[in-house]
């Protein structure tokens, strides 16, 4: 259905463009057309039922000097729109690949350099499994001391609402910290997959001649790219990643904040039933 709108609208603009065309040469112009139901028409103007389907135009003495095809022209116009889209996508991810290779160049001086930064983001990451290590450690102590408490409520003595309250926090707090962990170990192979992939592309374009260099870089299409000193591409990516983290513990807080206050609200709930 869109696509015959698609074409009936494309025809009604041939339409009018022939029609302006017929009136400022009055007596010249004859459209032909054979309708969805087999018959022919003619007129000065395209005729209505003319609309969407092929149109011959013919000169006076009724030869044929041009042939409309809405749905070829739509096609053709389809292809073209297709063609510079591709066009401006191939484009787009060539001038990606530029900045990321200069990037690349700018940020590291030798192969050894991306080692090292490497080792710094795994150290980094180390230092936040051992803090979430220990967080869980503190939890399971706090789960522990709550046990013993609930042994002194055994029977029909019912354990205050303070510590059922404490005991599902624990809980809460114990399943989000685990998460974390198993999130933060997942990372290793993130950060060595990234620097594996920095090394790759540091050697490929090292190793290249001076015109395969430029290539790499855009000097053949005139891409201009800008970068900024090593120490400061380290510095800002360094940045990053720890602004990355300390947004993912915010966000790990938040859930944990919310599945707290959502227990304390069931828990009130069954109080009152």
Request: with cysteine; net charge positive.
């Amino acid at each position: 259905m869109v696509r015959e709108l698609t074409i009936i609208a494309a025809t009604a603009l041939i339409a009018a463009s022939l029609a302006a065309h017929s009136q400022s040469t009055p007596g010249q112009l004859t459209y032909r057309c054979v309708g969805k139901d087999g018959k022919k028409y003619y007129g000065s103007t395209v005729p209505m039922p003319c609309l969407g389907q092929p149109i011959e135009q013919l000169n006076t003495s009724g030869m044929v000097v041009k042939r409309i095809n809405p749905e070829s022209d739509e096609k053709e116009r389809a292809a073209k729109e297709a063609g510079a889209k591709k066009k401006r996508e191939d484009d787009a991810a060539r001038r990606e690949a530029v900045r990321r290779n200069s990037a690349l160049l700018a940020t590291y001086t030798s192969a050894q350099d991306i080692d090292d930064a490497r080792s710094r983001a795994l150290a980094d990451n180390q230092k936040a499994l051992k803090a979430v290590e220990l967080r869980i450690d503190t939890i399971k102590k706090r789960q522990a001391s709550y046990d013993k408490e609930l042994e002194f409520y055994k029977g029909d003595n019912k354990p205050p609402a303070r510590l059922q309250d404490d005991i599902r926090d624990a809980e809460i707090d114990l399943k989000a910290q685990e998460d974390l962990l198993a999130a933060k170990k997942k990372d290793i192979d993130t950060i060595n997959a990234r620097y594996d992939q920095d090394k790759q592309r540091y050697l490929e374009l090292t190793g290249q001649d001076a015109a395969g260099r430029g290539r790499a870089l855009g000097m053949d299409k005139g891409v201009t790219v800008t970068t900024k000193p090593a120490s400061t591409q380290d510095e800002r990516r360094s940045e990053a990643e720890a602004q990355r983290r300390a947004q993912q513990d915010k966000y790990e807080l938040q859930r944990i904040e919310a599945e707290r206050e959502n227990a304390r609200r069931r828990a009130e709930y069954e109080r009152r039933r």
